[in-house]
C-alpha cells in the first residue's frame, strides 16, 4: 500500500523534459539545449564548465567592449522571448549609460505564468548556469551594477537549482568582484514571488521587486531610463538571456544561419504543444519552424480529431486557424494573422471543444489577474465574462456579440497603462471573427432596451 | 522590538486572542533580505513568506512586526499582503492544493479534477477542509501544461492528474 501510494506520487510527478534526445541536440544547432541530460537531471557546475561553460564571459569580458557586446545582440536580431519580441539588441542600445549616469540594474524576467506556456521552466531548472552566464553578459552590455532573478514563487524546483548555481559562481568568481579579472564586478540575486500574473508586465514586475504591488507604470519613462529605484533598468525574458552566450561565441552569422532561412530572426526557439495531442512536449527548433511540423512532433491530435483552432503562444495570443499551420512562427509573420506567436508554445483546440467555453475561461483569467488600476480592464473584462457565461448557457441577447466587439476595442493596445487589457482582447476579437457562428448560437434572446446591471466602461 | 510593534500586538490581542512574536530566526532572515535590495520596502514580499513560512499564513500582529523590522509603514506592508494571491491573510490548512484553472488545463478537463477534489475533500475553491488538512485554491497556469490538468500540493508539482487518482495522492499529505 504504502510503496503503490509512493510510486503514484511519483508517477504523477511533473518533471520538465525537452522532447529531443542528447544524440539529437548539437552545440552547433541546439545552443540551448545541447548540453542538457536525457534524464532532466539539472547540469552540474563541472559539466557546464567541460562543456565550454563561462567560455563566452571568458572571452567577452575585458576584451570586448559594452557596445561591441550591444551591436552584436542587435545584428543577430534576437527577438524578446517574453512573448513582445522586441530586439534585446535595441532595448540595450537604449539603456541610459556613461558619465554621470548611475548603474542600474539587470532583471532577468522568471515570472512564467502565461497561460499554455512552459519554457522558461526547462531553462531555469535544467541549465540555470546558462541563464547566469547571459546574465553576465547582459549587465556588462548594460553597465549593470546588480542583477536579479525575478522568479515565479511556484517554480520551487527552480528556486533550488538556481540558488544552488549562483552559489557555484560566486565561488567560482564568476559572480562578484573583478569576474574573471576583468575589473567588471557584478552580483546576481534570487527574488522569488508571491502570485498574480501580472508581475510579468516589466514595470509591474519593476513595483514587485520594489516591495510594492504589482501595479504597471506608464511608459515613457521607460525602464532602461528610469526603472528599479528610478535607476536605468532591463528587463528580458529567460531565453532571450540564455540566447547571448552562443551568440558571442559562436557569431552573428552562425546565429543568423540558425533559422536556415525560415524567417528574418535569427536564432532556436523553445516552441511546445499542448492541449488534447498525442504527446505533448516541449522541443528546442531553428525560428520560423511552423504549426504544422509541431502538431506532427505532437503525434497529431488525439483520438483522431481535427484540429479546430490554435493559439500560436500563450492566453494573450489570437486565434488561428488550421491553414494558419503552414505559417512559419516568428514575430513579424503571425503578426500579419490578426494575432502574435507570444511565447511560441501552442496551445491545440480540437474539433469537438467549445471556442466561447475557452474564451470565457481566459476572460475569467484576465479578469481576475487585472489589477485593477484602469477602468477598461477592470471592469469591462468582468463585463465580459458575463456575456460569454449567457452565450455559453444559449442565453445570449441579440446585440451580445456587437457588445463584445465594442468592448474589445476599448481594452485594445493604447486605452490602457500595460498590455494586460490587450492580451485580453486579441483572443477575444480573433475568435468572434474566426467563429462568430458559435456566438451566434449562443444567442437565443431579442435585445433589451439596456443591458440588465451594466458595468460602466469608461477611457482611462 | 520597539513599542510601537508591542503595542500593536497588544492591540491585536483582543481580535486575534493570540499576541503575535516575530521568531528572532525570521527577524534575522527578514534583516539579511535587506542586503539584496537599495531600499528596505523591497523585501517586505520575501518578509510576508518567511514568516507564512512558519505560521502557514501571515496573522495580523506580523504586519506591524515586519513594518517594524523593515522601518516601514504597516498600511504598506498589509497592501502588499493582501495583493499578493500565495500571501494567506487567513489561516490555511497543513497542505495547499493549488489547482491550475487556465486554458490548457481547461482543455484537458481540469473542471473534473476539481469535481473530484471538491468531491473527496467536502470543500470548493476558497475553503479549507474541517480537519484543518487542505484548503483548496485556484491557481494561474503552472507551467506544466505539456501534462495537464496540473496541480501543487505545497511544494510538489502533479500532471496529468486523473479525477481517480485524487483519493490516493491525497493520503500522501498527512
Ligand atoms: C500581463 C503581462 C504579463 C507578462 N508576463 C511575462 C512573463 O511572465 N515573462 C516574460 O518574460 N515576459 C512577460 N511579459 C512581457 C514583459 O512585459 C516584457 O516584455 C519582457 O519581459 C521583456 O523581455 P524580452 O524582451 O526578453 O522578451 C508580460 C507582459 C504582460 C503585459
Ligand atoms: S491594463 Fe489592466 S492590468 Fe494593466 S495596468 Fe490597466 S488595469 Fe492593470
Ligand atoms: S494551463 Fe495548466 S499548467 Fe499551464
Known amino acids: ?460 | 522590538m520597539n513599542s510601537t510593534a508591542a503595542t500593536r500586538n497588544d492591540a491585536t490581542i483582543a481580535t486575534d486572542g493570540d499576541a503575535f512574536v516575530l521568531h528572532g530566526d525570521d527577524r534575522r532572515a527578514i534583516e539579511h533580505e535587506l542586503a539584496h535590495y537599495e531600499q528596505p520596502q523591497a523585501a517586505c514580499i520575501e518578509a510576508l513568506k518567511i514568516v507564512q513560512r512558519r505560521h502557514g499564513w501571515v496573522p495580523d500582529g506580523a504586519i506591524p512586526a515586519i513594518a517594524t523590522v523593515l522601518g516601514v509603514g504597516a498600511a504598506d506592508v498589509e497592501g502588499v499582503a493582501t495583493f499578493y494571491s500565495l500571501i494567506f491573510r487567513q489561516p490555511v490548512g497543513r497542505h495547499v492544493i493549488l489547482v491550475c484553472d487556465s486554458s490548457s488545463c481547461f482543455l484537458t478537463d481540469y473542471e473534473a479534477l476539481y469535481d473530484a477534489l471538491a468531491e473527496v475533500l467536502g470543500i470548493r475553491f476558497g475553503q479549507t477542509t474541517s480537519d484543518g488538512r487542505f484548503t483548496l485554491l485556484p491557481v494561474c497556469c503552472l507551467g506544466a501544461c505539456d501534462r495537464g490538468p496540473a496541480l501543487m500540493i505545497d511544494d510538489d508539482t502533479y500532471g496529468p492528474v486523473e479525477p481517480d487518482d485524487v483519493a490516493e495522492l491525497l493520503e500522501a499529505y498527512a
Open chain 1, 1 to 460: 500500500m504504502t510503496a503503490s501510494r509512493s510510486s503514484l506520487r511519483t508517477s504523477l510527478r511533473y518533471r520538465c523534459q525537452l522532447r529531443q534526445a542528447a544524440a539529437e541536440r548539437r552545440a552547433e544547432t541546439h545552443p540551448l539545449t545541447w548540453r542538457l541530460h536525457d534524464d532532466n537531471r539539472p547540469l552540474g557546475f563541472d559539466e557546464y564548465l567541460d562543456m565550454d561553460g563561462y567560455a563566452a564571459v571568458r572571452e567577452v569580458l575585458g576584451r570586448q567592449s559594452p557596445d561591441e557586446v550591444i551591436d552584436q545582440v542587435k545584428e543577430a536580431n534576437v527577438r524578446g522571448r517574453g512573448g513582445a519580441g522586441f530586439s534585446a539588441g535595441m532595448k540595450w542600445s537604449l539603456t541610459m549609460k556613461g558619465e554621470g549616469i548611475p548603474r542600474g540594474y539587470l532583471v532577468c524576467n522568471a515570472d512564467e505564468m502565461e497561460p499554455g506556456t512552459f519554457k522558461d521552466r526547462l531553462l531555469l531548472e535544467q541549465q540555470p548556469h546558462l541563464l547566469i552566464e547571459g546574465m553576465i553578459l547582459g549587465g556588462y552590455a548594460n553597465n549593470s551594477r546588480y542583477g536579479y532573478i525575478f522568479l515565479r514563487g511556484e517554480y520551487v524546483e527552480a528556486a533550488r537549482a538556481v540558488t544552488q548555481a549562483l552559489e557555484e559562481a560566486r565561488a567560482a568568481g564568476w559572480l562578484g568582484k573583478d569576474i574573471a579579472g576583468s575589473g567588471f564586478d557584478f552580483d546576481i540575486a534570487l527574488h522569488t514571488g508571491a502570485g498574480r500574473y501580472i508581475c510579468g508586465e516589466e514595470t509591474a514586475l519593476i513595483s514587485s521587486l520594489e516591495g510594492s504591488r504589482a501595479n504597471p507604470r506608464a511608459k515613457p519613462p521607460f525602464p532602461g531610463q528610469s526603472g528599479a529605484w528610478g535607476k536605468p533598468t532591463v528587463v528580458n525574458n529567460v531565453e532571450t538571456l540564455c540566447n547571448v552566450p552562443a551568440i558571442l561565441r559562436h557569431g552573428v552569422e552562425w546565429y543568423q544561419g540558425l533559422s536556415g532561412g525560415r524567417s528574418d530572426d535569427g536564432g532556436t526557439k523553445l516552441y511546445g504543444v499542448s492541449g488534447r495531442v498525442n504527446e505533448p512536449g516541449l522541443w528546442e527548433l531553428p525560428i520560423g519552424t511552423t504549426g504544422q511540423e509541431l502538431l506532427d512532433l505532437a503525434g497529431g491530435i488525439r483520438d483522431s480529431k481535427a484540429l479546430k483552432t490554435w493559439l500560436p503562444g500563450g492566453g494573450s495570443t489570437g486565434f488561428l486557424l488550421p491553414e494558419h499551420l503552414e505559417l512559419p512562427l516568428d514575430f513579424d509573420t503571425v503578426g500579419q494573422y490578426g494575432s502574435r506567436m507570444g511565447t511560441g508554445l501552442l496551445t491545440v483546440v480540437t474539433e469537438e471543444q467549445s471556442v466561447v467555453a475557452l474564451l470565457r475561461n481566459l476572460e475569467q483569467f484576465f479578469a481576475r489577474e487585472s489589477c485593477g488600476w484602469c477602468t477598461p480592464c477592470r471592469d469591462g473584462l468582468p463585463w465580459v465574462v458575463k456575456i460569454l457565461q449567457s452565450i455559453e448557457r444559449g442565453e445570449g441577447e441579440q446585440g451580445d456579440i456587437e457588445l463584445l466587439e465594442d468592448l474589445a476595442v476599448k481594452l485594445g493596445p493604447g486605452k490602457t497603462f500595460c498590455a494586460h487589457a490587450p492580451g485580453a482582447a486579441m483572443p477575444l476579437q480573433s475568435a468572434i471573427k474566426h467563429f462568430r457562428d458559435e456566438f451566434e448560437r449562443g444567442i437565443s434572446h431579442r435585445a433589451r432596451a439596456a443591458h440588465e446591471d451594466p458595468i460602466p466602461v469608461g477611457e482611462v
